[in-house]
């Protein structure tokens, strides 16, 4: 089982990782994406991957929460050069959050994007409440020859014919089987077999108490092994028969 977005450096993990990873391998999880947030946390993803490198892919991005500090593309190009198999991402563009500022938010997003392009890395896309804004900068540009992952994709049905024609896979998390969500799914039921993902985002993005079957000692926090159950409830509404070969094909290929 793959899990194509998680953030096993956040400090919430700090004290249980291991316990949590060896929960995970146990479960059956073979691979999963750990996705950096800003230069701050990419040190760790490196180490982490370096500790588990069958399971883990690590992925250098600047989150659109994130204050970016002056050197971070010059850091970013770094961390790519000297990691192997590394990916771009966490990045995007969020009008959710409080005081965005939309042009500064494009300016990084696009930065990461062109260099995922050039250099053909498989990119990780938060959007929140910027659908129009992404789609104008993906359709006005170059993109990875790979195509790119929309993570946690929350975004309208009728944009994904569009989004898949530009290269999209988008990732389905277990936050979506919430009954209030419940468009979410109805939405993903557009998205082609060969383009779907599924994702914890842990330990973000809590699946519904009837899902978690494993617990972190903060429990609104998202335990990554939960991934086990996320697949079997969405494979009840999703086809998820190319899953994993989909992300060997957008991940490692
Ligand atoms: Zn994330």
Known sequence: MTDAHNHLQDARF????????????????????TNGTSPDDWLKVTQLARQYPD????????HPWQKPSADWYEQLVQALDSTPRACIGECGLDRWMRNYDTELQIEIFT?????ATERNLPLSIHCLKAWGMLIDILESRP????????????????????????GAYFSFSGYFLHTRKRHVIEAFKHVPAQRLLIETDAPDMQPPTQLIKHHLPEEELNHPANLTAIYTEASKHLDTSMVAANFARFFHH
């Open 143 to 166: 993109l990875p020859e790979r195509g790119f992952l929309l993570h946690s994709y929350a975004g309208a049905a009728e944009l994904i014919p569009r989004l898949v024609k530009l």
């Open 14 to 33: 700090d004290g249980i990782r291991d316990d949590v990873i060896a929960t995970m391998l146990e479960q059956g999880i073979t691979q999963c994406v």
């Open 111 to 115: 930065r990461q994007l062109d260099l």
């Open 55 to 62: 399971l883990i892919t690590p992925s250098f991005g600047l």
